[in-house]
């Protein structure tokens, strides 16, 4: 599978300030998304990063809050606008391969941005 | 209604023993069924995928599938302490969605 690596790893970050993630992968990938996981809670898709346009965000999330870009097809950040204590969550991100040529689509994950807004 | 239901756990279950994990799903048009473990701290981490009814095993999992009834489980033989995580269940149909998660606890 891919190998994917997020940027920062963690941080810390004042309320009101903004935070861009960072995803890699080593691979050319078509699909690639964006969650956020709040402590003790399930996966929540923020949205998913489209290559060349707009990413198509879910209900509840907004390009405002949450702008992403997706430059090419190994690459994507995620920014949280406008921090507040309720953002702190952990940020993954993911990416859909089909392991073997015309295998069922899989996703995997990278390590995760822990953010904690203060 | 959940689209993917599990319980929270947590499950306990004593080392060497089958733990038993279960998933409902309501899409009956689902085709892809896949279970993450996931420790504290970390990110999901796939180990099984099954598409079609019955059973799929790999080493000490084995998972489950009855269409019919709508439910996947996952079966752990000779449960570790390395073991202990929470078990995502994740099921597809137009896009997919993920289960609240089991949390497994493998008592040495």
């Known amino acids: 599978s891919a190998v994917i690596s997020q940027k920062p790893s963690r941080d810390i970050c004042q309320r009101g300030t903004s935070l861009t993630i960072q995803c890699q992968v080593d691979s050319q990938v078509t699909m690639m998304f964006w969650y956020r996981q709040q402590p003790g809670q399930s996966l929540t898709l923020i949205a998913t990063a489209n290559q060349g346009s707009e990413a198509t965000y879910e209900s509840g999330f907004v390009i405002d809050k949450f702008p992403i870009s997706r430059p090419n097809l190994t690459f994507s950040t995620l920014t949280v606008s406008n921090m507040s204590p309720e953002d702190s969550s952990i940020y993954l991100c993911?990416?859909?391969?089909?392991?073997?040529?015309?295998?069922?689509?899989?996703?995997?994950f990278g390590p995760g941005t822990r953010l904690l807004v203060l | 209604q959940k689209e993917v239901e599990q319980n929270s756990g947590p499950l306990s279950v004593p080392e060497g023993a089958i733990a038993s994990l279960n998933c409902t799903y309501s899409?009956?048009?689902?085709?892809?069924f896949f279970w993450y473990r996931q420790y504290s701290g970390k990110s999901p981490e796939l180990i099984m995928s099954i598409y079609s009814n019955g059973d799929k095993e790999d080493g000490r999992f084995t998972a489950q599938l009855n269409k019919a009834s709508q439910y996947v489980s996952l079966l752990i033989r000779d449960s570790q302490p390395s073991d202990s995580a929470t078990y995502l269940c994740a099921v597809r149909y137009q896009k997919v969605t993920f289960g609240t998660g089991t949390k497994l606890q493998v008592i040495p």
């Open positions: 993911s990416v859909e391969e089909a392991r073997l040529a015309g295998g069922q689509e899989t996703q995997y």
């Open positions: 899409d009956r048009g689902s085709q892809s």
